[in-house]
């Protein structure tokens, strides 16, 4: 079974940069997209950005820009990279894995906080 560990949150001041990384553990397949999610406290979850096994990225309109997507298909870890960061950010932050047949891998978060 597959799990996904999230890392690298925490708190940072605007204008900064965090970088987050979500590994996954156990077999996910040649064809799979992993894409990083954000909740903010009284929204809902958005999609930030994904990337498909072949490298293919796509990044919600808010973020684009500010921050890059990007695998290593061999330890099976998808990172993410934010600059640029504003309050507007703060949210926690989702690993997910869709491989198609399989139901949804979601991680189990990572608090991202921007604050002065």
């Known amino acids: 079974q597959v799990q996904l560990v999230e890392s690298g949150g925490g708190l940072v001041q605007p204008g900064g940069s965090l970088r987050l990384s979500c590994a996954a553990s156990?077999?996910?397949?040649?064809?799979?997209?992993m894409g990083w999610y954000r909740q903010a406290q009284g929204k809902q979850r958005e999609l930030v950005a994904s990337?498909?096994?072949?490298?293919?990225?796509n990044y919600a309109d808010s973020v684009k820009g500010r921050c890059t997507i990007s695998r290593d298909n061999v330890k099976s870890t998808v990172y993410l990279q934010m600059n640029s960061l504003t309050p507007e950010d703060t949210a926690v932050y989702y690993c997910?894995?869709?491989?198609?047949?399989?139901?949804?891998?979601w991680g189990q978060g990572t608090q991202v906080a921007v604050s002065s």
């Open positions: 156990g077999s996910i397949f040649s064809i799979n997209v």
């Open positions: 997910k894995l869709w491989r198609p047949g399989f139901p949804d891998v």
């Open positions: 990337i498909t096994n072949g490298g293919h990225t």
